[in-house]
Structures are given as structure tokens and as C-alpha cells.
């Protein structure tokens, strides 16, 4: 979508590298968020952050690390890939942390571990 | 804590039919509910939102309705097309919780002429 981007689109890395994926947004939201997609998981919580430099887990975090130095851009690390987080990647962003505001998503990162 | 159930697919319907797609969730307060869909190849992209009970989402032709007492969101869409074939994703979503939101699994719609 137009005002947030993700790189690579697709990566191919080995077992035991480390890798970072990125999420730029040009909307100036608060919030970002990074999601993983699987067959039969629908897209579960990584990591989320709510301003520069605030970050938290979420659901599925072992393994991940995350930083946000300026608004518009939201780093996802896999310290050291496994083959368990090959996966599509999603970025999401939100306006408000508010219940009425939904989610724009970034086109996604399909990373394979090999 | 929040979860969102959604009926299995592949479904699988003729161009014109009637579609209906199951959701319901469980969540500990008032959560806003949202409709999501994929195209192949693309990020999900939002179709419709309600925020409170017997509210209704609309887009597209597509619509929803915020059913409290029976903890649903179903989605519907009275003719559909062969564009229309994707991933359907309902989500739920609480104030007061960083803006996170809780997804189902995803329905897979196919569409044939």
C-alpha cells in the first residue's frame, strides 16, 4: 500500500545468520507492528511499538528483537534464523491505539531459511 | 485472552451466489471488529469495520453485523464475483491494549465464472 513499505520482499538466508527486515512508513502513525503469517495460524504478534524507541513483545517474540530509532522506520531482527521462522513477514501500521482504528499493512517479506 | 474463530475453507462458489463466512470471537471487553482481505501476492487490506454491538460494516458490497449476544461478525456478500476470490481474515481489536489486534485463520474463497 501506498505510505508503507517493506525490504526485502524476498530474502533466502542460512540457519545461524542474522537478519533484519524493514518496515518504512510515510503516514507519520505512532503505531507500527509486525506480524508473522503461517498455514493454519492465521498472522500472530511479534513485535509491537507505540512511539520512537518504545517497543514490546507479543505473542511469538523468542528469537526476534525489534528497534525504532526515527518514526517512519520499525527493524525486525531474526538474531540467529531457524528454519521454524521461515515465514511471510507483514508490517502493519495504525493511526491510534484506539478499538476503532484498523490496520495498514505493508506487502509483506516472504523470508526462507535454509 | 482474545481469540477469533473463523469457519475452515476452501469454499468454493459460482459467480452470483450467496456468501456467507463464519466468525466469532471471545474477548474479555468491548472489542472493535474488522474484516480483512488478501489478494494473492498482496498484504491484507481492510474491508470492514464495525465498533459497538448491532453496528453494521459495509463495503463493496460486502457487510457485517457486530452481534454481541452471539459473539459473531459474520461476513456476507449477496452476489459474488470472480475478483472477489482471496483470503478473508476477521480480527478483533480493544482500546487500551497498544492497538493490537487478534486475527482468525483466514478463509480461502474461490470463485468460479
Known amino acids: 500500500d501506498a505510505g508503507i513499505t517493506q525490504s526485502p520482499r524476498h530474502k533466502v538466508t542460512e540457519t545461524g545468520t542474522p537478519v533484519t527486515l524493514r518496515c518504512h512508513q510515510t503516514e507519520n502513525h505512532r503505531y507500527m507492528y509486525w506480524y508473522r503469517q503461517d498455514p493454519g495460524h492465521g498472522l500472530r504478534l511479534i513485535h509491537y511499538?507505540?512511539?520512537?524507541?518504545?517497543?514490546d513483545k507479543g505473542e511469538v517474540s523468542d528469537g526476534y528483537s525489534v528497534s525504532r530509532s526515527k518514526t517512519e522506520d520499525f527493524l525486525l531482527t531474526l538474531e540467529s534464523a531457524t528454519s521454524s521462522q521461515t515465514s511471510v513477514y507483514f508490517c502493519?501500521?495504525?493511526?491510534?491505539?484506539?478499538?476503532?482504528?484498523?490496520?495498514?499493512f505493508g506487502s509483506g517479506t516472504r523470508l526462507t531459511v535454509v | 485472552g482474545n481469540s477469533v474463530t473463523q469457519m475452515e475453507g476452501p469454499v468454493t462458489l459460482s459467480e452470483e451466489a450467496f456468501l456467507t463466512i463464519n466468525c466469532t470471537y471471545t474477548a474479555t471487553g468491548y472489542p472493535s471488529l474488522f474484516w480483512y482481505v488478501q489478494y494473492p501476492g498482496e498484504g491484507l487490506q481492510l474491508l470492514l469495520k464495525?465498533?459497538?454491538?448491532?453496528d453494521k460494516g459495509s463495503n463493496k458490497g460486502f457487510e457485517a453485523t457486530y452481534r454481541k449476544e452471539t459473539t459473531s461478525f459474520h461476513l456476507e456478500k449477496g452476489s459474488v464475483q470472480v475478483s472477489d476470490s482471496a483470503v478473508y481474515f476477521c480480527?478483533?481489536?480493544?482500546?487500551?491494549?497498544?492497538?493490537?489486534?487478534?486475527f482468525g485463520d483466514g478463509t480461502t474463497l474461490t470463485v468460479k465464472p
Open positions: 511499538s507505540y512511539g520512537v524507541k518504545d517497543t
Open positions: 502493519a501500521i495504525s493511526e491510534s491505539w484506539g478499538p476503532n482504528y484498523g490496520y495498514t
Open positions: 464495525a465498533t459497538k454491538a448491532d
Open positions: 480480527a478483533l481489536s480493544e482500546g487500551g491494549n497498544a492497538g493490537k489486534s487478534t
